[in-house]
């Protein structure tokens, strides 16, 4: 069974940084791509960024980037999404995710997620 779980969300002034974790388990972690998606109130859940299983290849919304940093280690089993320059349109649930084939950004691509870390970003 595939377990997931987020960690590192909380309150941040804008400007500011936070660093996101997602540990999992019960998958051979290095052959899953890793993704994280975001899901603000009223709005759907949306795709921040991903990793392929190497960690050689990474792809960020247009949104993140140059902003976000997402990087794994595999001998831990742990995806990290570090968020610099928060704004407040960054305050959102942050989701972590896995699926064993190629890149996809929609949601139901993905066969498993955690539970959910919230970001709040204030101005």
């Known amino acids: 069974q595939v377990q997931l779980i987020e960690s590192g969300g909380g309150l941040v002034q804008a400007g500011g940084s936070l660093r996101l974790s997602c540990a999992a388990s019960?998958?051979?972690?290095?052959?899953?791509?890793m993704g994280w998606f975001r899901q603000a109130p009223g709005k759907e859940r949306a795709f921040v960024a991903a990793?392929?299983?190497?960690?050689?290849?990474?792809y960020y919304a247009d949104s993140v980037k140059g902003r976000f940093t997402i990087s794994r280690d595999n001998a831990k089993n742990t995806v990290y999404l570090q968020l610099n320059s928060l704004k407040s349109e960054d305050t959102a649930v942050y989701y972590c995710?896995?699926?064993?084939?190629?890149?996809?950004?929609?949601?139901?691509?993905?066969?498993?997620w955690g539970q959910g870390t919230q970001v709040t970003v204030s101005s």
């Open positions: 995710a896995a699926r064993p084939g190629l890149f996809v950004t929609h949601v139901g691509g993905y066969e498993a």
């Open positions: 019960g998958l051979m972690f290095s052959t899953y791509l």
């Open positions: 990793i392929r299983g190497s960690g050689s290849i990474t």
